[in-house]
């Protein structure tokens, strides 16, 4: 089983608004990341988190905030957005250094946002 | 730098097709892996294949081949007798040793013509 959910499937949000992404996985996965996927561009990478400490953060500006409850669990909270943060965005996870395709990423469905 | 180059942006073949997508990558670990990504219109990333530098053999599975070939840096990815099915984004990427890094390609979007 490499399933990875996300919810929800589509957002539309004002600018003013506050909302979260979820993003769920109960494979043992111990990293676990989010990714903005503009149209006909490849996923670029926002976030890292290994065994639920953030490890790397790509200069994502801070009206993007992340959160790792457990390890099965990864939000990003979203506060202040811009029309151009409208995108799809991506959750991944991978798993244990010492499991089997530890360097694959299993990504989940994504969640379309428009900011308005 | 950990570079990958689709350098196919959109491919289109009528049905039954064999069509080949070219990856060509750049690293300078000596030990990195090699993925190919499908995204449908859904959006959903879909795992292909993974593939270590160390192991060069290359694989088949169903309509899908892979072709690694270390001394050209490249990673092709077939598809023989293609179905509709088939259309959607395909994303190349490489992953170093250290650290959990994917560098994407920029995808090669295939269209299977009925």
């Known amino acids: 089983d490499t399933e990875v959910t996300q919810t929800p499937k589509h957002l539309v949000m004002g600018m003013t608004n506050k909302k979260s992404l979820k993003c769920e996985q109960h494979?043992?996965?111990?990293?676990m990341y989010w990714y903005k996927q503009k149209a006909k561009k490849p996923p670029e990478l926002m976030f890292v988190y290994s065994y639920e400490k953030l490890s790397i953060n790509e200069s994502v500006p801070s009206r993007f905030s992340p959160e790792c409850p457990n390890s099965s669990l990864l939000n990003l909270h979203l506060h202040a957005l811009q029309p151009e943060d409208s995108a799809l965005y991506l959750c991944?996870?991978?798993?244990?250094?010492?499991?089997?395709?530890?360097?694959?990423?299993?990504f989940g469905p994504g969640t379309r946002l428009l900011v308005l | 730098a950990q570079k990958v180059t689709q350098a196919q942006t959109e491919i289109s073949v009528v049905e039954k097709e064999d069509v080949t997508l070219d990856c060509v990558y750049e690293t300078r670990d000596t030990t990195y892996y090699l993925f190919w990504y499908k995204q449908p219109p859904s959006g959903e990333l879909v795992f292909l294949i993974r593939?270590?530098?160390?192991?060069?053999q290359n694989e088949i599975s169903g309509r899908y081949s892979w072709n690694f070939q270390k001394s050209t840096s490249s990673f092709n990815f077939t598809i023989t007798a293609s179905q509709v099915v088939d259309s959607a984004v395909y994303f190349c990427?490489?992953?170093?040793?250290?650290?959990?890094?994917?560098?994407f390609g920029t995808g090669t979007s295939l269209t299977v013509i009925p």
């Open positions: 494979m043992g996965h111990r990293a």
């Open positions: 593939r270590n530098s160390f192991d060069e």
């Open positions: 990427a490489l992953r170093g040793i250290t650290g959990n890094q994917f560098y």
């Open positions: 991944a996870s991978s798993p244990p250094f010492d499991y089997k395709n530890r360097e694959t990423q299993y």
